[in-house]
């Protein structure tokens, strides 16, 4: 069973840790090195960077009841922490991303057009749209596109050079991003353009090697709000559910759909989770999957597992566990592969000293980094390296979730959705299907189209 076995007896697709996997090349990369031809040095093989090596002796400790051995001093060279802080950053304050974390962003974990358009983005990783590559003939003004374009660029600091060369690009293959995704439902078309939403802006770069970011500012409050009284109502009076016989109403009301306080048969059955758990359908939740995606630069929502929102009373915790799938479930050739990142958004406030923290034991140095959660922000890190030959899973993301103390003010939330290497099927809640949602979300982008353009 995944992840305990692996590690006290290594399956033998787990191959010796390398020295600098992979991100050793970017250390003094510069921004245009050619490099990206170069395979990464464990390019092939199957195993996850930072695994145990057979061969050497366990050192380990025990959390809770699970095994995990420590980092190997060989791994641990690998880490890169975060880049040097004033002090006065640990929250707030988020900036742009540097190039060299777009760079990683592409080459590890296969995110070639992460926050497509954004301020200090690589510019390279911007599309044009054309809308008439949609074979159902939906129809969006080229027009309406490229301005939508013209006001990103423009508020953003662009590097009009960068932006020349990928205009003129005479490359006929420019990638896709965020383009109008589309399809057919109930005899209607439904669409969404992720480029309504703008840029991000507020990252904060947690830990570099593995990538840990924080996001400022992901959801509004209102959002986060929303997100929590939905969970408690489907809750406390299923019933509700039943009176919302309108269609709007339908696609905007998020659905409770499983509530457990175990988990399945994944990557976490061994971890003990006390908190509760919701399955929301893709339609319930437009704003996470589309701001999910658009920070991501995913052109379309078919790889994300199902929403869900967490919660975790005074007392509750979720145990040191990784969110990677066992090395048998990910290779499956018929399922969607491993979970190549996870993103969480806090959704209430917990101050240090009243818990809750998101605890990454072997990133921070002295002790495990701790992340606050600090409502409206999102936290975003890569189980596996996704854009390295089988995406490795990577033992170095080992966290958990803090206890909530026994006086803290507000309970801890947060909402959290898994990308898959590939198309996913859900199967909670009964009926879930990610075109399903394409109406809500183009609801939701229209909605920010109007806000942005009004102001
Ligand atoms: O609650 C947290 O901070 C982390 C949750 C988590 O790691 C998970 O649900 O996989
Ligand atoms: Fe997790």
Redesign the pocket.
């Known amino acids: 069973s995944w992840p305990p076995t692996a590690f006290i007896s290594p399956p033998s697709v787990v191959l010796s840790p390398l020295p600098k996997p992979a991100m050793a090349m970017h250390a003094s990369k510069s921004s245009n090195s050619k490099q990206k031809n170069m395979p990464p040095s464990n390019k092939g093989k199957g195993g996850g960077f930072g695994s145990k090596s057979s061969s050497s002796p366990h050192k380990s400790k025990d959390i809770g009841d699970i095994v995990y051995p420590e980092l190997e001093p060989q791994v641990i060279k690998t880490l890169i922490p975060a880049p040097p802080r004033d002090g006065t950053d640990i929250e707030g304050n988020g900036d742009i991303l540097s190039e060299e974390m777009y760079d990683r962003l592409e080459e590890i974990y296969g995110l070639g057009k992460f926050n497509f358009g954004g301020t200090g983005a690589i510019y390279k990783s911007i599309s044009v749209i054309n809308s008439k590559s949609n074979e159902d003939g939906a129809t969006r003004d080229d027009g309406e596109v490229s301005s939508l374009f013209g006001d990103i660029l423009s508020g953003g600091g662009s590097s009009q050079s960068a932006v020349d060369e990928l205009l003129f690009s005479p490359s006929s293959s420019l990638p896709s991003v965020g383009k109008a995704a589309t399809s057919q439902i109930k005899g209607f078309t439904s669409s969404f353009d992720l480029n309504s939403i703008s840029p991000f802006e507020k990252f904060r770069v947690l830990h570099t090697d593995p990538m840990v970011l924080a996001i400022d500012d992901f959801f509004t409050m209102n959002e986060c709000d929303k997100y929590v009284q939905m969970s408690i109502d489907s809750e406390s009076n299923q019933q509700q559910l039943n009176k919302m016989v309108t269609e709007e109403k339908n696609n905007l009301q998020p659905m409770l759909l499983g509530q457990s306080q175990t988990v399945g048969k994944d990557s976490?059955s061994k971890a003990q989770r006390t908190?509760t758990t919701w399955f929301h359908y893709y339609e319930g939740v437009p704003e996470l999957m589309a701001k999910a995606s658009r920070l991501l630069g995913l052109e379309g929502i078919g790889r994300w597992e199902e929403p869900q929102t967490?919660r975790?009373r005074r007392n509750e915790k979720?145990t040191w566990?990784l969110?990677a799938l066992s090395p048998e479930d990910a290779t499956s050739e018929v399922g969607a592969g491993q979970r190549v990142a996870?993103l969480?958004v806090y959704l209430t406030d917990i101050p240090t000293e009243d818990g809750g923290?998101?605890m990454f034991r072997d990133l921070g140095g002295d002790g495990p980094l701790k992340v606050r959660p600090n409502k409206g922000s999102a936290l975003l890190f890569f189980p596996a390296a996704g854009g390295i030959a089988n995406a490795p899973f990577d033992i170095r993301t080992l966290?958990?979730?803090e206890a909530v103390s026994d006086s803290a003010e507000n309970e801890?939330w947060?909402a959290?959705l898994w990308l898959r290497q590939r198309q996913y099927t859900p199967t909670a809640p009964s009926g879930n299907d990610h075109e399903k949602a394409f109406h809500a979300i183009g609801k939701y982008c229209d909605s920010i189209r109007i806000n942005t353009n009004s102001l």
Do not use: E, N, P
Request: include cysteine; aromatic fraction near 12%.
């Open positions: 976490r908190s967490v975790y979720f566990h969110d996870t969480l923290a998101t966290h958990c979730g801890k947060i959290q």
